[in-house]
């Protein structure tokens, strides 16, 4: 199953308003990451939020960690229809495995003109 | 500029018939990817590779193979594809240490009749 689920599926929202995915996880992680993908396009890295960190900004983004409840959020404040796209949360768990990232199945935000 | 480059963009193809999806990133980076993208699963990886000559499975590896003989190049082998390889793969690429933002190649579509 996937380490990072994200929810909602899918979000639609108007222009101007503030837009907030959240991501939970399983296991200990070293970093959360969230990427951004326009239709059609390869992933966009936007932020990462290192397991000590519990907020971070950039730009009109904030990512907020909770590892206590292995979750994270990501807020997009006065949006724009541009940043219309799929986020996805990827998360580099603290295992002696090789595996770098396990993405989440991402959510579709729409916005509104 | 920094690049990852995937060829071929779109491809349909028959059951069967030998194909290779390049892939190549001009950042000197050790460690690449690669991924499948399916509607509703999110991105998994097929196989990545940590240096030159050094590979290992993802999650979903049956029916695929790659190879990195130069630390820019790691192309994707399917050698009798099939209908349910149908799909958008995803390069990519990132230095180490694992868990840092990977760097995407803007996919390759596909279509297995």
């Known amino acids: 199953s996937q380490q990072g689920e994200e929810d909602p599926q899918a979000l639609s929202i108007q222009e101007g308003e503030n837009a907030t995915m959240n991501c939970s996880y399983k296991?200990?992680?070293?970093?959360l990451q969230w990427y951004r993908q326009n239709s059609g396009r390869g992933l966009v890295h936007l932020i990462l939020?290192?397991?000590?960190?519990r907020e971070k900004h950039s730009g009109r983004l904030r990512v907020t960690l909770d590892t206590s409840k292995k979750s994270s959020s990501l807020l997009i404040t006065a949006s724009r229809a541009a940043d219309t796209a799929s986020y996805f949360c990827?998360?580099?768990?603290?295992?002696?495995?090789?595996?770098?990232?396990?993405f989440g199945s991402g959510t579709r935000l729409q916005v509104q003109p | 500029e920094a690049q990852v480059t995937q060829n071929p963009r779109y491809l349909i193809t028959v059951t069967g018939k030998k194909l290779t999806v390049t892939c190549s990133q001009n950042?000197?980076?050790?460690?690449m990817s690669w991924y499948r993208q399916d509607p509703g699963l999110g991105l998994r990886q097929i196989y990545y590779?940590?240096?030159?000559?050094?590979?290992d499975k993802g999650d979903v590896p049956e029916g695929y193979k790659v190879s990195r003989k130069e630390k820019r190049n790691f192309p994707l082998i399917l050698e009798s594809p099939s209908p349910n390889q149908t799909s958008l793969y995803f390069c990519?690429?990132?230095?180490?240490?694992?868990?840092?933002?990977?760097?995407f190649g803007d996919g390759t579509r596909l279509s297995i009749l």
């Open positions: 990827a998360t580099s768990v603290s295992d002696t495995g090789r595996r770098a990232l396990t």
């Open positions: 296991t200990s992680i070293n970093n």
């Open positions: 939020i290192r397991s000590n960190e």
């Open positions: 950042m000197n980076h050790e460690y």
């Open positions: 590779s940590m240096n030159v000559e050094v590979t």
């Open positions: 990519a690429s990132s230095p180490l240490p694992r868990g840092q933002p990977q760097h």
